[in-house]
C-alpha cells in the first residue's frame, strides 16, 4: 500500500537533498527497495533520507519525468515480443527529450537520464530513453551513427574492407 | 552532470535493450561504427521479428531475417559454413513470430538448421514440403522443437500412414500441382515477399489448371479434422456426401477452440450440398432454409461475390460464384468464429 501523502528525501551524490512524494518514487525499483529495507513503519513520517548515486541536475529531470507519469499503471508490464516497436514514444516524452538544449548536451544528457534510470530501477523511463536512442540511430549511414553516437573509427582499412565485404551479402 | 559520458558506458542492460530495437540492416552498419560496436552487434540478441524464412532453389538458398534478406548461396557445406559465420557476427539470439522453412530433401538440411537455428527462438515454424523425403526432414525439425507450434504447407498427399503421422499442426494446407515446381515457386514468392497467403490464390491456380483435386477419402479426411486445428484443402475430400459435409460443420461448430476448414472446388461440386441443405438460388438473405439461415447471397458483379450461412456455431463463407458453371472455381470456408470465416 502506497501513502500519496508520505515524502520521502533524496540525497544526490554531489550533496543536494530533494523531497518527493512517495507517490513517484514507487516507480523506481532501486528507492522502494531501500524503503523496504529500512524496515520502518510506512506510517513513520518522516522516512529516513535515501541516498542515491545520480547527481542534482540529473535527478531534476528524473522527477519531472516520474511527476508527468506518476499515475502510470505498476508493475511496468514487461513487453518482450515488442519491444522493436520505438514509434509509439508519448508526445510529453518527446517534448521532454527534445527540449533538452543542443545537441551535444542533449547526447549527454540523455546518457545521464539513463544512467539513472538504470541505477534508480525506472523501467518505464529505461523505455522510453531507449526507443528515443533507438530512433535516432535507425535507418542511418555509417558515418551518421558515428556522429550520433560519439565513436571514433578504429578499425584498419583491411579490416573495414573485410567487414563490408561480409556485409556485402546481406546489403544487396 | 557527467559531461564526459560515451554510448560504451552506459549499462550493458540498456545496450541490450537497445540492441533489440534496431533493425537487422542497422546491425550490418552498426558494426562498422567501431570495434566495440562490432563486438556488441555479435554479442547481443536481435529481438523479435514478425516473419523469417529460408528458401531454396536450384541448389542455393537464401534467407530472410526481418528486414533483412541474405543473397543466395551454394548449398555445400562451404556455403553453410559462410551463412553461420556471418549470422554468429551479426546477433547471437533472435526471435520470430512466424519463420518459414523451404525444407530440402537432404541430409545437409537437417545438420544446417540444427546449427543455424541455435538460440533461435519461433512461435511458429511453417513448412513449405513438396516429396516425401522433405516430409521425413521436416518431421524430424518438429521433432527438435518440441514446444513450439508448427504449420505445414504439402504440395503433395502422402501415403495415408503418414499423412496421419504428422502431429497436430496450427494449420495444413494439402494441395497438389499439376506442373513443375515453377508454379509452387511462384506462389510461395507471393506468399513470402508480399506477406499473402496462397489460399486466396487457389481459384487462380485452379483456372490455369495448375492445382489438382487433392485425393484425400474422406475418412482420412474427419481424422485429419480432429488433429489439426485449420485445414486448407486444394479440393473437396473425394466420396464426400452432404451429410458428411454437415458433419464437419458440427464438429466444427461443437469446438470451443477458433476453427477452420477452407475447401477450393469447382462451384457445380458444392451446390448439390446446398440443394440438400435447402438453400437454392432463388433464396434471399435472411431466409432460413432447413437448419441453414442464409446472411447474405452472392450480388453482382458475381465473380467477386460471396455466399454466407449460418449453420449452428458455424459461419459458411463461399467465394466466388456459387451457381456459375462448370469451370468455376470458389472457396468454401466453414468456420466456429466470424473472424475466420
Redesign the interface.
Given at each position: 500500500r502506497i501513502y500519496p501523502l508520505m515524502r520521502v528525501t533524496l540525497t544526490t551524490s554531489d550533496g543536494a537533498s530533494v523531497t518527493v512524494s512517495r507517490q513517484l518514487t514507487k516507480h523506481s525499483g532501486f528507492i522502494e527497495k531501500a524503503i523496504t529495507d529500512m524496515a520502518v513503519d510506512d506510517n513513520a513520517v518522516p522516512l529516513s533520507a535515501v541516498a542515491v548515486d545520480v547527481d542534482d541536475a540529473t535527478l531534476k529531470l528524473v522527477i519531472e519525468w516520474l511527476t508527468e507519469h506518476r499515475d502510470d499503471a505498476l508493475p511496468y508490464p514487461e513487453k518482450t515480443d515488442e519491444e522493436r516497436r520505438a514509434d509509439d514514444i508519448p508526445a510529453w516524452d518527446q517534448a521532454f527529450v527534445q527540449k533538452w538544449d543542443t545537441k551535444e548536451d542533449q547526447q549527454q544528457t540523455l546518457y545521464a537520464v539513463i544512467t539513472a534510470a538504470d541505477k534508480l530501477d525506472i523501467k518505464g523511463l529505461l523505455d522510453m530513453t531507449c526507443k528515443t536512442l533507438a530512433n535516432k540511430i535507425n535507418g542511418k549511414t555509417v558515418e551518421e551513427m558515428r556522429e550520433i553516437l560519439q565513436l571514433e573509427c578504429d578499425f584498419t582499412e583491411e579490416e573495414l574492407a573485410e567487414i563490408r565485404k561480409e556485409n556485402a551479402w546481406c546489403e544487396n | 552532470?557527467?559531461?564526459g559520458?560515451?554510448?560504451?558506458?552506459?549499462?550493458h542492460?540498456?545496450l541490450n535493450?537497445?540492441m533489440?530495437?534496431?533493425?537487422?540492416?542497422?546491425r550490418?552498419?552498426?558494426?562498422?561504427?567501431?570495434?566495440?560496436?562490432?563486438k556488441i552487434v555479435a554479442e547481443t540478441n536481435a529481438?523479435?521479428?514478425e516473419i523469417g524464412g529460408t528458401a531454396q532453389r536450384n541448389g542455393t538458398i537464401s534467407m530472410s531475417l526481418g528486414d533483412?534478406?541474405?543473397?543466395s548461396?551454394e548449398y555445400t557445406e562451404h556455403g553453410l559454413d559462410?551463412f553461420l559465420?556471418?549470422r554468429n557476427?551479426l546477433f547471437n539470439g533472435i526471435?520470430f513470430?512466424k519463420f518459414q522453412f523451404n525444407v530440402n530433401h537432404s541430409d545437409l538440411f537437417l545438420d544446417f538448421i540444427r546449427t543455424f537455428t541455435d538460440h533461435f527462438k519461433f512461435k511458429i515454424i511453417h513448412f513449405v514440403v513438396e516429396a516425401a523425403q522433405e516430409l521425413e526432414n521436416a518431421l524430424q525439425v518438429m521433432a527438435d522443437f518440441s514446444s513450439t507450434t508448427f504449420s505445414m504447407d504439402l504440395w503433395f498427399v502422402p501415403a495415408t500412414e503418414k499423412l496421419l503421422s504428422i502431429p497436430p499442426l496450427e494449420t495444413i494446407m494439402i494441395a497438389e500441382c499439376q506442373t513443375d515446381t515453377n508454379a509452387i515457386s511462384t506462389v510461395l514468392s507471393m506468399y513470402y515477399h508480399y506477406g499473402k497467403s496462397p489460399y486466396g490464390l487457389f481459384p487462380c491456380f485452379y483456372s490455369r489448371g495448375l492445382i489438382k483435386n487433392t485425393p484425400i477419402v474422406v475418412e482420412v479426411f474427419f481424422k485429419l479434422l480432429t488433429k489439426h486445428k485449420t485445414i486448407y484443402m486444394g479440393g473437396k475430400p473425394a466420396m464426400i456426401s452432404s451429410s458428411d459435409l454437415k458433419e464437419i460443420m458440427q464438429i466444427i461448430s461443437s469446438d470451443t477452440r477458433e476453427r477452420l476448414v477452407s475447401m477450393t472446388m469447382k462451384c457445380t461440386d458444392i451446390q448439390p450440398d446446398l440443394r440438400y441443405f435447402g438453400v437454392t438460388e432463388d433464396a434471399k438473405n435472411g431466409d432460413v432454409c432447413g437448419e441453414f439461415e442464409v446472411l447474405e447471397v452472392p450480388q453482382e458483379p458475381l465473380y467477386c461475390t460471396s455466399m454466407l450461412l449460418r449453420y449452428r456455431k458455424c459461419w459458411i463463407t463461399i467465394q466466388g460464384n456459387v451457381w456459375g458453371s462448370s469451370d468455376t472455381m470458389v472457396t468454401v470456408n466453414i468456420a466456429n468464429c466470424e473472424r475466420l470465416s
Open positions: - | 552532470m557527467n559531461k559520458m560515451d554510448i560504451l558506458a552506459l549499462p542492460v540498456f535493450k537497445l533489440r530495437r534496431v533493425e537487422i540492416k542497422d550490418l552498419r552498426l558494426r562498422q561504427t567501431c570495434r566495440t560496436f562490432e529481438g523479435y521479428f533483412a534478406h541474405f543473397a548461396i559462410d559465420h556471418l557476427r526471435s513470430g
